[in-house]
């Protein structure tokens, strides 16, 4: 009885399973399957070759319509300009390079840049003053582009013309006192070509200084309290830090100022100052020419705002370098570009090639 106990226990011990050892963790059939899938897919495979596929591009039906369409219009466009002889292209060329027509063009380029060096200085003295603490400063330059912004430029051309009606004599000294170091009659000081610049350089003053506020304004203030947590001087925090990234936003508005200023030197003659717009009239009035003088000005606008065009496209451009990772190609470089990309392949090269 004892020995058949004996001999069943023993016989349950050896077909029992052994323990598993600690830590180890037992495999299951998923598991064999994940570890034949990965050894599966770290197999390399040959890669697929697509040399046999062929490139189809993606159509674009509207996109040729609206070429054509376009096309029609700029060739329609230049044979009425070409063979309408109404136009009179043999006055616009006779006209074009004369003496008195190259002054005025003289005269409308010293406007331009006067008044534009001037109206920038200034509005970004203004601009200076309305970001400041100073509440009489801010004031002050709040109620000045107010005023100019708030009145035609006509009128203030005619207003400072007409400064000596109000005021006889312009005199510098001391304050309410009869003490004098400078007294001229305004008739004499005021002249025309004085007027003018005058009432360019205050009316561009005002615009700029809203302009040059509001590139100052774009540039987060967080980099000037990083800036100044570092030691750095207020003034080389304005100049290196604020100035380059607010240039970003001044110059494409600036430009557009500058390009206006240009077309707003027109307004002068009503001071009859000899800018380019008053010698054409000058001269369609005596040869009742009127349409081939007005198109010899719009030429010569043309050419003027062409060329700030292209050095707007530079300098924003070289403002750009911390905004792009790679720079706008120049219109040369991408003439290069064009020209390597879609040159004839040569035997040399084709050599090269291969």
Known sequence: MSSAATTVAQSAQQSAPEPAPTGAVAESPTADA???AAAHRAVARPAADYSGYKLVPARQPWRWVGTVLVALGVVAVAWSLATNPRWE??????WFTAQSVVNGLVETLKLTA????????LGF????????ASPLLVSVSWTFSWIFRSTPLLVQMLLWYNLGYLYEKISLGLPFTDIRFFEVQTTTLISQFAAAVLGLTLNQAAY?????RGGIL??????????AALGIPAWRRSTR???PQAMR??????????IGLVKGTSIVYVLAYSELFYTVQVIYNRTQQVLPLLLVATLWYVAITSVLSVFQYYIERHYSKGAVRNLPLTPLQKARKFFATHAPVTTDRAKDVR
């Open 34 to 36: 994940a570890q034949s």
């Open 125 to 132: 003295i203004l601009a200076l003053m309305r970001l400041s």
């Open 208 to 212: 700029s200084a809203e302009i040059i």
């Open 241 to 243: 830090i604020v100035l």
């Open 218 to 227: 774009s540039v987060d203030q967080g980099q000037l309290e990083a800036a």
């Open 249 to 258: 936003a001044i110059l494409p508005t600036a430009f557009n100022e500058i």
């Open 114 to 121: 006067i008044s534009g060096a001037l109206g920038f200085v």
């Open 89 to 94: 292209w043999g006055v616009v060329a006779q």
